[in-house]
């Protein structure tokens, strides 16, 4: 699929399209190039962190029954948020596992997938 970059210093951040794994959920095709889902509204802030930024990621905007994941390159499920949980129009990821504890730096994808089965994925960057 097309991906749309930004450069920020040396690192690249890159919005996917396709996801390389299985969704979370029941298996959905990807929504058609020109569909534009609420999804697109989400802000994410910050996508870099580093070791003098907020130790927290926060996602404003988020739709109601939105399901929010957090993986690897790999495929490997990192944190997963449930929206019946976590309440209000946003998200916090606070850079942990699901067994809250701390991530090593490297390169996540935060999955987000509506009630409507289409789907994003941000690439997040932890440098601690």
Do not use: M
């Not at 040396?10 to 399209?17: A, K, V």
């Not at 929504?31 to 930024?53: A, M, R, W, Y």
């Not at 490297?106 to 789907?119: E, P, T």
């Amino acid at each position: 699929g097309a991906t749309a970059q930004i450069r920020c210093d040396d690192i690249r951040i890159t919005e996917l399209e396709d996801p390389p794994f299985p969704s979370p959920t029941s298996p959905v095709a990807p929504p058609p190039n020109d569909t534009v889902t609420n999804l697109q509204g989400i802000v994410v802030d910050p996508t870099v962190v580093g070791p003098e930024e907020p130790s927290c990621i926060t996602l404003s905007r988020v739709p109601a029954a939105t399901r929010a994941a957090v993986y690897t390159p790999s495929g490997r499920l990192v944190r997963e948020f449930d929206p019946a949980l976590e309440g209000g129009p946003g998200l916090k990821w606070c850079l942990d596992n699901d067994a809250g504890r701390p991530v090593a730096r490297g390169v996540y994808l935060l999955v987000l997938h509506d009630a409507q089965g289409h789907h994003r994925i941000i690439k997040l960057v932890v440098k601690r």
